[in-house]
C-alpha cells in the first residue's frame, strides 16, 4: 500500500460507520494460525489487523506472523509495536504511539526516536497516536510503568486525550488492558470523544457485541478486540457478531471460514 494510505482508507470508511480492529499477538499462535486467524476475521468484517503486543517475540516469529497473514488476506496490517525492536518492512503501517502516561521517558519518546529511522528507511506508514492506559490497565500498564487513569476521573483522561491532540496526533486510544476484566467505562469515553476532533480508540476487556455496541454509542470511532480471538472456537461468529454491534451491519457468510486450531505458542 502506498504510504498514506492505511489512515486514509480507515477514515473514509468510518464516514460510513464505526470500525472494527482485531488484534494478533505474535506470541500468542504460530505463523500459519495467525494466517488462519486472519482469512476468519477478515470474512466476518474486520476493516485491519493490528499485530503486536508481546514485549518477548522475536523479530523472527514477527516477521513470519506478518508474511503468513499478509499471503492469505487483503486487509491492511497495522503494527502495535512494544518498541522499536518490533519494526517489520512486512506491514502496511505501524501506529507511532506515545504512551501519554507513562511516567518514564522510554514509553513517551526514546523508543521512538530509536525507532524512526528506521520507519523511514523501511517505507512503512506511520500514523501518530496517542496511547492512553486506563485502570485496570493490566501489564501493558505495568510495562509502561502508567500512571493509570482511574476509571472515574474524566477530566484527567480528557487533559491527555486533548494532548496527544494539540501535539498532532491523528489518533487517541483508550486501553483497559488486554484480559481486562471490564472495558474503558462508557461514561469516560463519551467524556473523551465530545472534548476531541480526531478520532478515537478503544480497546482491552471488550469481549461481547453489548460490550461493543455500548462503547460506540458512547463515542468510540474505533473497536478493538484480541484476547476472544484467543480463546475462541469459531473466531468467525465471535468476530461477527463484534463486527454486527460495532459498526450495525449484519455481513453474511459467504463462505466457510475456519475454525480457530489451538496450537503451542510459538517458540
Same mark, same amino acid.
Given at each position: 500500500?502506498?504510504?498514506?494510505?492505511?489512515?486514509?482508507?480507515?477514515?473514509?470508511?468510518?464516514?460510513?460507520?464505526?470500525?472494527?480492529?482485531?488484534?494478533?499477538? %505474535?506470541?500468542?499462535?504460530?505463523?500459519? !494460525?495467525?494466517?488462519?486467524?486472519?482469512?476468519?476475521?477478515?470474512?466476518?468484517?474486520?476493516?485491519?489487523?493490528?499485530? *503486536? &503486543?508481546?514485549?518477548?517475540?522475536?523479530?523472527?516469529?514477527?516477521?513470519?506472523?506478518?508474511?503468513?497473514?499478509?499471503?492469505?488476506?487483503?486487509?491492511?496490517?497495522?503494527?502495535?509495536?512494544?518498541?522499536?525492536?518490533?519494526?517489520?518492512?512486512?506491514?502496511?503501517?505501524?501506529?507511532?504511539?506515545?504512551?501519554?502516561?507513562?511516567?518514564? #521517558?522510554?514509553?513517551?519518546?526514546?523508543?521512538?526516536?530509536?525507532?524512526?529511522?528506521?520507519?523511514?528507511?523501511?517505507?512503512?506508514?506511520?500514523?501518530?497516536? *496517542?496511547?492512553?492506559?486506563?485502570?485496570?490497565?493490566?501489564?501493558?500498564?505495568?510495562?509502561?510503568?502508567?500512571?493509570?487513569?482511574? $476509571?472515574?476521573?474524566? +477530566?484527567?483522561?480528557?487533559?491527555?486525550?486533548?494532548?496527544?491532540?494539540?501535539?498532532?496526533?491523528?489518533?487517541?486510544?483508550?486501553?483497559?488492558?488486554? &484480559?481486562?476484566?471490564?472495558?474503558?467505562? %462508557?461514561?469516560?469515553?463519551?467524556?473523551?470523544?465530545?472534548?476531541?476532533?480526531? #478520532?478515537?480508540?478503544? *480497546?482491552?476487556?471488550?469481549?461481547?457485541?453489548?460490550?461493543?455496541?455500548?462503547?460506540?454509542?458512547?463515542?468510540?470511532?474505533?473497536?478493538?478486540? &484480541?484476547?476472544? !480471538?484467543?480463546?475462541?472456537?469459531?473466531?468467525? +461468529? $465471535?468476530?461477527?457478531?463484534?463486527?454486527?454491534?460495532?459498526?450495525?451491519?449484519?455481513?453474511?457468510?459467504?463462505?466457510?471460514? #475456519? +475454525?480457530? %486450531?489451538? *496450537?503451542?505458542?510459538?517458540?
Amino acid at each position: 500500500m502506498a504510504r498514506g494510505s492505511v489512515l486514509r482508507r480507515l477514515l473514509r470508511q468510518r464516514r460510513s460507520h464505526p470500525l472494527h480492529m482485531t488484534l494478533l499477538d %505474535p506470541d500468542k499462535q504460530r505463523p500459519e !494460525v495467525a494466517g488462519r486467524i486472519a482469512t476468519a476475521v477478515e470474512a466476518a468484517g474486520t476493516s485491519a489487523l493490528m499485530v *503486536g &503486543g508481546s514485549t518477548g517475540v522475536s523479530r523472527h516469529g514477527l516477521d513470519d506472523t506478518l508474511l503468513a497473514i499478509k499471503s492469505v488476506s487483503t486487509l491492511p496490517v497495522i503494527l502495535f509495536p512494544g518498541g522499536a525492536a518490533m519494526l517489520s518492512p512486512y506491514a502496511d503501517a505501524v501506529y507511532f504511539m506515545s504512551m501519554l502516561n507513562s511516567t518514564i #521517558p522510554r514509553f513517551l519518546v526514546d523508543e521512538q526516536a530509536r525507532g524512526a529511522p528506521f520507519i523511514a528507511k523501511l517505507g512503512i506508514e506511520p500514523i501518530p497516536m *496517542g496511547y492512553i492506559i486506563v485502570a485496570p490497565g493490566m501489564r501493558v500498564g505495568e510495562v509502561g510503568r502508567a500512571k493509570v487513569v482511574e $476509571r472515574t476521573d474524566h +477530566r484527567r483522561a480528557i487533559g491527555l486525550a486533548l494532548t496527544g491532540q494539540y501535539f498532532g496526533m491523528a489518533l487517541i486510544y483508550l486501553e483497559a488492558g488486554s &484480559g481486562a476484566d471490564k472495558p474503558v467505562p %462508557p461514561a469516560m469515553i463519551s467524556a473523551v470523544k465530545a472534548a476531541l476532533d480526531i #478520532p478515537l480508540i478503544v *480497546g482491552g476487556g471488550i469481549r461481547t457485541p453489548a460490550q461493543a455496541a455500548a462503547a460506540v454509542a458512547a463515542g468510540a470511532d474505533i473497536i478493538v478486540t &484480541g484476547t476472544i !480471538v484467543e480463546q475462541a472456537d469459531d473466531v468467525h +461468529r $465471535r468476530v461477527a457478531a463484534l463486527v454486527e454491534a460495532t459498526t450495525g451491519r449484519h455481513r453474511s457468510r459467504t463462505q466457510a471460514a #475456519p +475454525r480457530h %486450531p489451538r *496450537g503451542r505458542r510459538a517458540r
